[in-house]
T-cell receptor, first 114, second 114 residues
């Protein structure tokens, strides 16, 4: 049973436009959510996170939105750049990020087209 | 900071052989995690340690898998005997234990069992 779901295996966006990646979760115990970016042959790299007490967190071109009632979060990248082409993983934790293992979605492959 | 260090980066072995994967976490981090990535199951948590103590090994697939953390700067994941279905990329990650902290991932070990 997948507790974290990313329903779009891939997404193609034109350079300069907004990229929106979505993630749904089923476990109400999750209280900390993270987005990771992964290039081929490398480990996942932390991008941005959000605590369940917030509904938005912004860092430069990246913004994460959390809708607890819908158990949904999204990552917005504005403007999209060629270097953003990668696989993006949504992850969730029940007790901060360090005291518990992360539950990952299966990832969305973002392709930024010139 | 050198980040999380994993060795070897690639391992090819024959079925039945023992395999040992190694991880050095980021200095000062007191939580360590082992994950496995496969096409079928995505990224899944195998086991994690807090302050060198194993907390949850429910993700370890079989008794053939074992992990140790003899000190704060070193951990091993051992598979004995290895089987072709163990072929995957194995990631180690580390984090601070308390509070809202992201996990930092190593580059991974690509294991191929023939």
């Amino acid at each position: 049973d997948q507790q974290v779901k990313q329903n779009s295996p891939s997404l193609s966006v034109q350079e300069g436009r907004i990229s929106i990646l979505n993630c749904d979760y089923t476990n109400s115990m999750f209280d900390y959510f993270l987005w990771y970016k992964k290039y081929p042959a490398e480990g996942p790299t932390f991008l941005i996170s959000i605590s369940s007490i917030k509904d938005k967190n912004e860092d430069g071109r990246f913004t994460v939105f959390l809708n607890k009632s819908a158990k949904h979060l999204s990552l917005h990248i504005v403007p999209s750049q060629p270097g953003d082409s990668a696989v993006y993983f949504c992850a969730a934790s029940r007790s901060g990020g360090g005291a518990d293992g992360l539950t990952f979605g299966k990832g969305t492959h973002l392709i930024i087209q010139p | 900071d050198a980040g999380v260090i994993q060795s070897p980066r690639h391992e090819v072995t024959e079925m039945g052989q023992e395999v040992t994967l190694r991880c050095k976490p980021i200095s000062g981090h007191n939580s360590l995690f082992w994950y496995r990535q496969t096409m079928m199951r995505g990224l899944e948590l195998l086991i994690y340690f807090n302050n060198n103590v194993p907390i949850d090994d429910s993700g370890m697939p079989e008794d053939r898998f074992s992990a140790k953390m003899p000190n704060a700067s070193f951990s091993t994941l051992k598979i004995q005997p290895s089987e072709p279905r163990d072929s995957a990329v194995y990631f180690c990650a580390s984090s601070f234990l308390a509070g809202l902290y992201e996990q930092y991932f190593g580059p991974g070990t690509r294991l191929t069992v023939t």
